[in-house]
Each structure stands twice: as C-alpha cells, then as structure tokens.
DNA sequence: GATGAATGAGCCTTCATTCAT
DNA sequence: AATGAATGAAGGCTCATTCAT
C-alpha cells in the first residue's frame, strides 16, 4: 500500500521526473505498449520506486492529465488578461493550430479520452478537467462579448458556444492525426477558422 | 503465411462476421484490452481460424476501419441526393449531434486515431478514408454553395470549409467523452452548431 | 477468462499432470516459493496453459486438497468394510503414525490449513473436506462400538470422538515437523496411542 | 553485517517492539504475506532499522517462536506447581481448549511448522523449542502420577505419553482451522478430552 | 476449412534488502 | 541509532499467435 502523508519536496521532484518521462514513453509507443520498465529508465530510476511514486500505471496518465489541465488553464488566463481578445485570437490561429497539429501530442490525447470512457478514475479527472477548462473558455467568451452584452444572452447560449469552442480545438486533434500532411494546410484551414471564431466569440 | 489466392464467398462472409465480432468487443473493451479469444468467441468461431482470414489483430481494426468508411460514403451520397443540403442538415443537427455522443463509438474511434498515428499500415487506411470523406465533404459544399458560386471561389476555400467541416463532426466525437453528460446538451449546442454550418455551407 | 465448459478427457489427464507436479512442488518449496514456472516445468508444460487448466494457483492447491480428501475417503471406506476395526487398527498402528511422519507431505497439510485461515475459498474446499471425513469417522466410530450400543450414546458424545480422533491424526502431523526424530519414537507412541483409540472406539 | 556485540538494553527493547508488530502481522496477513514495510510501520519505526535488529525476516519469527515458547514454559511451571495436576487439567479443559481455537493464533502455528520443514534455522528453533515443551510435559506427567508410581514405568512409556499430549495439543490447534465452528464444538469435545488425558496423567 | 491445445515472451507489480545521510 | 529512498530480481498472469490434427 501506498502512503499517503505530505509528499516531500524530493518525492514531488521525482514525481515529475516519472511525469515527463511517462508522457515521452506515451507519445513514443502510446498507453497501452509503453511499458513500466521503459518508463522507468527514461526517468532514470527503477521500475519498483515509481511505485513508490504512483499508485499504478493508470494513476500516471490521470496525473498527466491533471498537469496538462493546469498548463491549459494558465494559458487560457494568460491570454484573457491581454484583453482585445477576439483581434488576438484571430491573429494567433496559425500558432493555435499548428501546435494542435503535432501528431504524437494529439495522439496521447486521444488516447487519454479513448481510455477515459472504460476508466471511471481517469473519466474522474477528465472530466473535472474539462469542467474547469470549460468554465474558462465561458469566462473568454462572456470578456470577448463584453460583459453588458453578454448578461443579455441566455447561459445556455454562453455555454453552447463554450462546448462548440471545445469541440473545434479538440477537432483540429484529431484531424491532425486523421489527415494526412494536415500541417500543411493550415494556410487554408486559418480563415475559415477565423470566420468560426469570430462566430463564437463575437455578438 | 497465408496466401491471398481468390478469396471464396464464404471466406467473405467469414470476415464479416469476425468484423461485427471484433467491432462489438472493440466498442466494449477497448482495442487492446479486447482479445482475440474473446473475438472469436463472439464471432462463433475459433481463434485459430481467425487468422486464415485475416494477418493478424491489427489487420482487423485496419478491415474496420476501411469497412465503417464505406459506410460513411453511404450515408453522405444518399444525402446529398436529397438536395436541399443547408436546410436538411439545420434540421438533422440534432440527430447528428447525438450519433456522435454514443460514447463507446467514440472511444473506438478516438483509439483507432491515436492508434493510427504509431502504426503505418493502419495510418495508411486512415489516411485513405478521411481523403474520401474530405472529398465527399467538399462536394457536399460546393453543391450546398450552388456549383455556380462555388466555382468562384478559390479550391483552398472550399478546402479549408471541408477540413473544418470534419474538425467539427470529430470535435463532437471527442467532446462527448471528455464532456460528463454530453448528451444532455444537445439543446444548448444546437443552435451554435447551426450557425456554424452556416459558415461553412452557405455563401 | 476461463470458460467452464465440459473439460475435455485430454484436459482431464492434463489437470491430474498439472497437480502432480505441483504437490512435487509444493512439497519441495512450499506453496508461496513454487513458482509457477517451476510447476510448468515439473508438470512439462508452458505456463501459460495452466491456466487453460485453472483458474489460477490458489485454486490448483484448493484441487490438491480435494483429490487428496477422496483419496482419504477412499482409504477409510476401504478400512471400514474389512471389520474387527479396533483390532485392525491397534494393529496397523505404526504404520498409521509412520505414514503421518512424512515430514514433506506433512508441511503440505500444516501450510494448506494456515493458507485456509486466510483465504476463504480454500477454508470452503477445506472445511467440506473435514465435514465429509468427519462423517466418515462418525461412521467408523459407530461401527466399532457396534450399531446398538452406538445408538445408546447421544450424538454429541459419538461427535466428540471423531473430532477428537481426527485432532489424534493432525496432531501427529504436526508433531512429525514439530518434533525432531519423531519418526523413530513410533515404538514410544504406539502403545499410548493403542490406549488412546479405545478410549475413542470402544463403549 | 549485523555485528551481534552485547544488545544494548535499547536495542532489546526495540527488538521486543518489532516482535509485537511482527507477530501481529503475522496473525494478520500470515508470514509470506506480512511485509517488512507494514511490520515497520506496525512497529513504529523505518523498515531500514529493522536490519539493525535482525538478521532478515527469517530472523524475526525464529525470535518469536523463542519467545512463545518461554512464555509457554513459564505457563507450565505455573500450572505444575499448584498440585493437583489431573484435577486442575481436566477443570480447566474447557478453557484450554477454547485457547487453541483462535484461529489467527492456530494459523501462525500451523505456518511456523509448515516452514520449519524446510527452513533449517527455523527447524531448530522449533526442535529446540519443542525439546523443552517435552521435557515439560514428561515432567508434568511424572508429577501427575507421583514420582513413585512415575518411577516404575519405563523411560518410553512416560515418553511417548508427552508425545501424545503434544500431539492432542497440536492436534487441536489443526482442528480449529480445519473444523469450520469448532469454537461451538467445545461442549462435545471436552468430556473426551478429559477421558484421553486421564489415560496420559493417569496410571 | 476449422479446431483448440499449446506456446512463451512480456507485462505490471511487490517486496526483502541495502545504503547514503 | 535511525531514516526512508532506492533497488532489482522475481512472481503471477495474459494473450497474440502457431500448428498438429
């Protein structure tokens, strides 16, 4: 059994060093063919001290879910204190979606959501993820309406735009790995996106 | 090895029924926590005999893959024979919406993704399939735009429409197993979802 | 998982391989050090296919425990249909207590009933197991005080002997381990034990 | 290496602190299934200092055995020097009896035996032991029958009657686990009981 | 075509033990 | 004296795949 009293600062340290190389190992092979031994050699430590560190395999990917949830939502705060937002979000598509576009990312994305659905610990985390993430995207969108004209329109109208904001980003994912030499059609793909955007985030 | 002389009617009809088996426990279980003893089982037939039919488990999920596409061709040439495209998929949204919140075919399809995207003979089938349906989505817009406009605007455009297009329908995919109780949000989507369309199928 | 479908003649011989190997086993190393692998080897089979065979090693030795409860069974009703049992008996003493002084045979018996404290499919296996052979010295006991006279006594009365010849029997198990050299103390012990069965056989 | 210079008082009551944990968790779990991580933790202290107590894991119930064992001695001093041994035996049968009915207790017995036949250090702990309890017992039975009437019985005799009562004893301890309900069983059994040490104490 | 017994590599996990501090 | 981080060997078990029949 597993401890669980205060994690020191050399155990949290170690924690990340699990995290980063679970995460590369995950990329390179996926979940399921990434093995413990692997993991434990790219983090250099052996296999029997992670589970000093972690519960169990499963308990590394949810907590590689947790940490990519709270790089997110940095991101997202950071890019609402900007303001102008609408301007800036139509300026950085090109960025946005080139970095949905790499492939090993998007692929341990999916697969995370994939295994969420037959893993109710880790459905646990994606969803608390995803509510908090989603919590966000209506804050940047009620700041982009502007306040005023955003207490006129319905919460459900905020909260559907939210979800479809959702859904085109983690669409741009997966089309990253569905098609082929997807980056390379992001000039075409920008306006179009552009036009989405401005569709969600503006009166 | 296994020879690929003619395949005889009955080896046809064999495969199929391996496929239903295979997709059943795929949609379960997951790819790789479904087993081939389970397939066969499902399939009513021996694990043994399931490879003089097919390479091997990956070879499987590649036959799926190729087999849901067909399907998909299907349903959008019949679609597209009805006319009235913008107004027929307005009406449709909700029932589309909802097809794609049937979170185990989700899973599946998400898995199959992140699978495709560490294994080239399965990438080459994904890729394959999406170059199809892109191009049936291209055709539905241009169609839905009226050929006459259509043809004034520049192939990236409707390029770009048709990639949206698939970043919107596989957005939904994956936001129904990120998002708890997806399902029941359908109303608050709806309409968003409407004037995206919009977007990308009229003028 | 392990379907339960009519074993097969072939599956039969090869479970009695299996658990030969793994009493040669067991005795040798004890149960918690047998290894799997060691029992494949022994039983000349791959490890993995024991488990075509059963469940998994815990239910292996609860099928040693059951095989051997037969094999006793057999051996009292054998005993009982020659009569003149208290004579009989008496006189096949020594090769009662010598047969008990298997030191390795006896380790067995002494780690099975401390694994059965634990594990509760076990103590089921072996708890049917002692009803069935307690009945059986019910029986016997009966038999020797001779049918009328056993009749007279209450049943708790006829009971207690047979808990008690089988404490008799275990005990001698236990000492056989406990006890260095108790193999050849058999001429110490026979007349005791001699007094001791009539205490328990006779009126 | 543990060098073993003279225990300092400390030492030994750490030593007393570590069997107490280890031999509750031995009554818990069973030997192989207690580890040192929760035995230390038990005991309050890192499994690292364990090591500076005892030799490894072996080590630690060879001391506990020892140590039961002085304490069973000491038990029947106790008892011998009230007098009346037969009376006091054949009272307190009852109570004896239902002692050896803790199953957890009855389980680290039979598990001790178990691996002494094939652990050679704890093989002579428990010879050693056993030795000692016999001596005892002969004791006990040369007491009960009064050293006169004691003195004309061949050495065997008084011998292999302390056998017997080891093996009655030990035979108890396997019946509590084996019998399911023998707790409940105590009533039927005692009054046999004390017929058969009336044959051991007795002339 | 078809079976299913059989293989064996490989996986996750546990745990006695060590050692730097 | 004492800690607890760290090791690494080993174990039970699964499963894609093969092959004799």
């Not at 997110?72 to 949905?100: C, K, P, S, T």
């Not at 793909?189 to 503006?202: E, F, G, N, S, T």
């Amino acid at each position: 059994m597993t401890l669980s009293t205060q994690p020191s600062d050399r155990a949290l340290a170690r924690r990340q060093q699990v995290l980063d190389a679970a995460a590369e190992c995950f990329r390179r092979r996926g979940f399921h063919a990434a093995s413990m031994a692997e993991i434990a050699k790219t983090a250099g430590m052996s296999p029997g001290h992670i589970y000093n560190l972690f519960e169990n395999k499963d308990d590394i990917i949810a907590a590689i879910v947790e940490r990519d949830c709270e790089e997110v939502l940095q991101r997202i705060a950071a890019f609402r204190q900007e303001g102008a937002l609408l301007q800036q979000m139509l300026g950085g598509i090109e960025q946005a979606i080139d970095d949905r576009s790499q492939v090993a990312d998007a692929a341990l994305q999916l697969e995370v959501m994939a295994e969420a659905s037959r893993n109710a610990k880790l459905a646990a985390v994606v969803h608390r993820t995803e509510a908090l993430v989603n919590e966000q995207a209506q804050a940047l969108i009620r700041q982009s309406l502007g306040e005023q004209a955003a207490s006129q329109l319905p919460p459900e109208e905020i909260e559907g735009r939210a979800l479809m904001l959702g859904a085109l980003f983690n669409g741009l994912t997966a089309m990253s790995v569905r098609h082929a030499g997807m980056a390379q059609r992001v000039p075409a793909i920008a306006p179009v996106m552009r036009r989405m955007l401005q569709v969600l985030l503006a009166p």
